[in-house]
């Protein structure tokens, strides 16, 4: 988040009477390049970002030494059925979660050794590296529905009735306001970023691509054009402009589906926490990588701008949220009155100096919510991607949502059936083709027997000459909308 630091309570250590049971954390992707090119890739510094995150959470979850170790979690071999790894299939989250889960599980030496049956004992290369597998999510079934290549948020939603939403945004009237009032300050930076977005495309709706543009390199770039115009108040300017786009078009309390990504997510959590509740489980961490935009959705449906202002901003790189399963009780099994959940949130690489801080959800006014109330709330907001809830709320029935609208999908189906006949007069237009293509045929022959040419002299027509023009890709203000 580019604003002022959020002030609330640290992050407290677990008390003796307390057992970690569990943990779910949704982190993003380390610093990479700008999307203004296409693809973005992840840098070594975002991957030394995500890789110190992983290293705190090890310290709080994994660490026999640790208070807020989550109970019977393998210390120093990763167990797999103990984790479950997710990022959408993009280079640059599915990097980053390989990155987080060495800090996590590092190279564990000769611990990660094998005897063979003549004696030699073999250890695993790059000095015992684990290999945890990061696993695919699909489009709507984990709320990261974004590749980091997009600049448009709800470019792989999936949901059409969140895209109606998100686009309705450039109709409102805080919209309309800011781009005209903004115009004047936007074309003032033009000398900074014209080489990518022309004046025309240098507006207030492409707020996250220009601010994206500068404050990568800014962190990149040696020499910037024209940097003498990126005073630290025009630069606060840029991303203030950018957290007001972004979840504008994020987040909508009229309109809940425009968050649909963390509806998806809130939905995952709570089936996954539940599993670690079960007995018949052995799942204890689960480890999410997505885009900033499901952030700012989960924010918005779990009422933390009530919170804090700055749960409106987009978070920094490397940040992450987790949601902590833990029990007071005793007992092996405590029952569902006997566990809580407790929401963390670190914004950037959490560390040792930027521990993640604990916050209230759903305006309520304790951190640690019963898990019974947290179900409760979390359903609320809740929709479990490719459910019929979830094809229902965005107004989808081909695709996956299919099975649930046999009527409409027989309908498209008879309909492309009955598109694929031929009426008579069809036939009769492809008969007289192929007579007439019969006939040319034959006087190709007898022309050719003959020894007969057929010539005609004319000039070339210019228009027939077909040139590709050599230009350059950039950002128009109907591409922002619209790219996927």
């Known amino acids: 988040m580019h604003t002022k630091a959020l002030l609330l309570a640290s992050i407290p250590a677990a008390t003796a009477a307390e057992t970690i049971l569990g943990a779910y954390i949704f982190s993003r992707h ?10 973005t890739k992840l840098t ?13 959470y090890r310290s709080r979850y994994i660490d026999e030494k640790s208070s807020t170790r989550i ?9 797999l059925t103990e984790l479950a790894v997710t990022a959408p299939a993009d280079n640059v989250l599915q990097g980053s979660a390989g990155f987080f889960l060495q800090g996590l599980y590092p190279p564990a030496g000769s611990v990660n050794s094998q005897k063979l049956a003549n004696g030699t004992t073999i250890e695993a290369p790059l000095s015992g590296y684990q290999y945890i597998p990061v696993n695919s999510a699909s489009v709507t079934s984990r709320g990261s529905n974004q590749a980091e290549s997009s600049a448009w948020l709800q470019g792989n939603s999936g949901c059409p009735a969140a895209v109606n939403s998100s ?60 940097s003498n115009l990126l005073t630290p108040s025009n630069l606060q300017t840029l991303s ?3 957290n007001i786009h972004e979840f504008g078009l994020g987040y909508n309390a009229s309109s809940p589906i425009r968050a649909v990504a963390g509806s998806v997510l809130a939905s995952h959590i709570v089936s996954t926490l539940n599993s670690s509740i079960s007995s018949s489980s052995s799942q204890k961490l689960n480890i999410q990588f997505g885009p900033y935009g499901t952030f700012g ?65 759903f305006g309520q006014d304790k951190t640690e919510l019963p898990w019974t109330t947290f179900v409760s709330e979390m359903n609320k907001i809740a929709l479990e991607g490719g459910s019929k809830e979830w094809c229902d709320a965005c107004g989808e029935k081909t695709g996956q949502c299919a099975d649930y609208y046999p009527a409409e999908s027989a309908g498209i189906a008879s309909a492309a059936k009955s598109g694929s006949g031929m009426s008579n007069a069809v036939a009769g237009v492809i008969g007289a083709m192929v007579t ?49």
């Open 44 to 56: 070594a510094l975002g991957a030394e970002q995500v890789y110190l995150s992983g290293s705190w």
């Open 30 to 39: 380390g610093d990479r390049t700008t999307k203004a090119y296409s693809p």
């Open 240 to 242: 203030d402009l950018a």
């Open 297 to 361: 959705s989960f924010f918005g449906l779990s009422q933390l701008p009530a919170v804090s202002p700055d749960f409106t901003a987009i978070v920094d790189y490397a940040s992450s949220m987790t949601f902590e399963l833990f029990t007071t009780s005793s007992s092996s099994s405590p029952s569902e009155n006997e566990v809580f959940v407790r929401f963390l949130f670190a914004n950037g690489t959490a560390s040792d100096s930027n521990p993640a801080k604990v916050y209230p959800l």
């Open 71 to 79: 109970n019977g979690i393998s210390s120093d071999l990763a167990d």
């Open 167 to 226: 686009r309705a945004y450039f109709q409102s009237k805080e919209y309309l306001e800011l781009l005209g009032s903004t115009k004047e300050f936007y074309q003032s930076l033009l000398p900074v970023y014209e080489s990518t977005f022309p004046s025309e495309s240098a507006t207030f709706k492409n707020a996250y691509s220009i601010f994206d543009y500068v404050h990568v390199s800014t962190i990149h770039n040696a020499s910037i054009p024209s």
């Open 436 to 484: 007439l293509g019969v006939v040319l045929g034959l006087q190709a022959l007898i022309l050719g027997v003959g020894g007969l040419r057929l010539t005609k002299r004319r000039k070339q027509d210019p228009s027939e000459v077909f040139q590709v023009a050599a230009g350059k890709t950039s950002f128009s203000d109907t591409s922002s909308t619209q790219k996927a």
